[in-house]
């Protein structure tokens, strides 16, 4: 009930009239606590009813017989009808941690705390994902510089333009898959006004057992069609906390998104940013271009280029790949642009042209299992 499709549905059948009946689970929370005024205040009775809805509630939603009984008495009424179910959710599973120094979500939750401590003014806004984020234990301590929106990616990603255009700092923490929903935000509020928001892109790449829904190989190549913006791969803990340290210290201008996956990692200490890095060289006229945390998977006792910075790219990049006849271009996400698309465009004039080979995910929606598991099945496998 935070985002506002759900508004845009009852408000449209509403004025219908049609025998529709909806069901509001009502449990306090989603994944972290449910947010707004409506749940705070209790208003779903007078909101559903000004637009044209009836309102029934069982208080005692867990008792299956009562809550068969009321579903029952609802069907048999015409017209738009809300079913309001108070339920308790059994508490099955233990809290999100994640043990120190191991994934790329550890590394940005210590990174934080240490950048919240010195820098007052930034915000960190969620559309309701602190919790899976490594972020829940820093709300205590940083409770003023926390702004959970609820589940509405696209009020989020407005109110962080809103907060950037009157002068704020807005970090927006967002996973991949669900910055979807925000684009058309990100685009016309944000990139549009060039704003100086800074986006921490959690889960992006493949996401193992989290599935289809939620593998985030998409936004790479939506982003880098953008004018204007910064995208970020960290290819590890300590070059992610580089990154945070460098936008913390020296605000950008514009947009910028820092992509990191639900990876394991590892590191000791912050890495200082550099949009590119040397991982090994030879003597061969082949050279691998790598992004993100795939880079440090890879096996190469060859030519290989790891880019931090994917968009825009760093000036010296198209005399160094010009000085190669094959170039293989590896990124952890799926479709005709992204890396592989900015890369082909800038070798297209060059004389002789390298030949150039893309090792993507395929344009499919891609099941669940482990991530590397997923990424040696869809095409990396003979170089992991």
């Known amino acids: 009930m935070t985002g506002g499709q759900s508004f845009e549905a009852l408000n449209h059948l509403g004025n219908l009239g049609h025998n529709a009946l909806v069901i509001l689970n009502d449990n306090d929370r989603s994944i972290d606590?449910?947010?707004?005024?409506?749940?705070?205040?209790?208003?779903?009775?007078?909101?559903?009813?000004?637009?044209?809805?009836?309102?029934?509630?069982?208080?005692?939603?867990?008792?299956?017989?009562?809550?068969?009984?009321?579903?029952?008495?609802?069907?048999?009424?015409?017209?738009?009808?809300?079913?309001?179910?108070?339920?308790?959710?059994?508490?099955?599973?233990?809290?999100?941690?994640?043990?120190?120094?191991?994934?790329?979500?550890w590394w940005a939750a210590e990174a934080m705390r240490d950048i919240l401590m010195r820098h007052r003014d930034i915000r960190v806004l969620s559309p309701a994902m602190f919790a899976g984020s490594g972020f829940a234990p820093l709300r205590d301590d940083f409770e003023r510089q926390f702004l959970d929106t609820g589940i509405n990616e696209a009020h989020t990603v407005t109110t962080a333009a809103g907060m950037a255009a009157a002068g704020g700092r807005p970090w927006v923490h967002i996973y991949s898959t669900f910055l979807q929903r925000a684009?058309?935000?990100?685009?016309?509020?944000?990139?549009?006004?060039?704003?100086?928001?800074?986006?921490?892109?959690?889960?992006?790449?493949?996401?193992?057992?989290?599935?289809?829904?939620?593998?985030?190989?998409?936004?790479?190549?939506?982003?880098?069609?953008?004018?204007?913006?910064?995208?970020?791969?960290?290819?590890?803990?300590?070059?992610?906390?580089?990154?945070?340290?460098?936008?913390?210290?020296?605000?950008?201008?514009?947009?910028?998104?820092?992509?990191?996956?639900?990876?394991?990692?590892?590191?000791?200490?912050?890495?200082?940013?550099?949009?590119y890095e040397w991982l090994s060289k030879g003597d061969s006229k082949v050279l691998w271009v790598s992004t993100g945390a795939i880079s440090d998977l890879m096996k190469n006792e060859g030519n290989h280029l790891h880019l931090a910075q994917i968009?825009?790219?760093?000036?010296?990049?198209?005399?160094?790949?010009?000085?190669?006849?094959?170039?293989?271009?590896?990124?952890?996400s799926t479709g005709l642009g992204g890396l592989g698309g900015g890369i082909t465009a800038l070798v297209e004039g060059m004389v002789p042209r390298p030949k150039l080979v893309l090792h993507k995910l395929p344009s499919t929606f891609i099941e669940h299992g482990p991530r590397l598991s997923l990424l040696k099945e869809h095409g990396f496998d003979p170089f992991l």
């Open 33 to 105: 606590l449910t947010m707004g005024a409506l749940h705070a205040k209790g208003t779903y009775e007078e909101y559903v009813q000004s637009l044209g809805w009836s309102y029934a509630i069982v208080k005692e939603g867990n008792d299956v017989v009562s809550l068969v009984r009321a579903i029952e008495d609802q069907l048999r009424r015409d017209g738009p009808k809300v079913l309001h179910i108070r339920t308790k959710r059994p508490d099955l599973s233990a809290p999100k941690s994640y043990k120190p120094g191991t994934t790329f979500q």
């Open 183 to 275: 684009y058309d935000q990100v685009v016309h509020d944000v990139v549009l006004q060039g704003l100086p928001v800074v986006f921490l892109v959690d889960r992006a790449g493949l996401v193992g057992t989290d599935g289809p829904t939620h593998h985030g190989v998409f936004d790479q190549g939506l982003l880098m069609d953008l004018p204007g913006v910064v995208v970020w791969n960290p290819r590890n803990g300590e070059a992610l906390r580089g990154m945070l340290e460098e936008v913390a210290e020296n605000p950008p201008s514009g947009p910028i998104f820092i992509r990191y996956p639900k990876a394991k990692t590892e590191g000791a200490r912050p890495m200082n940013f550099t949009p």
């Open 311 to 332: 968009r825009p790219f760093f000036d010296d990049f198209a005399p160094i790949l010009a000085e190669f006849d094959e170039i293989h271009v590896f990124e952890e």
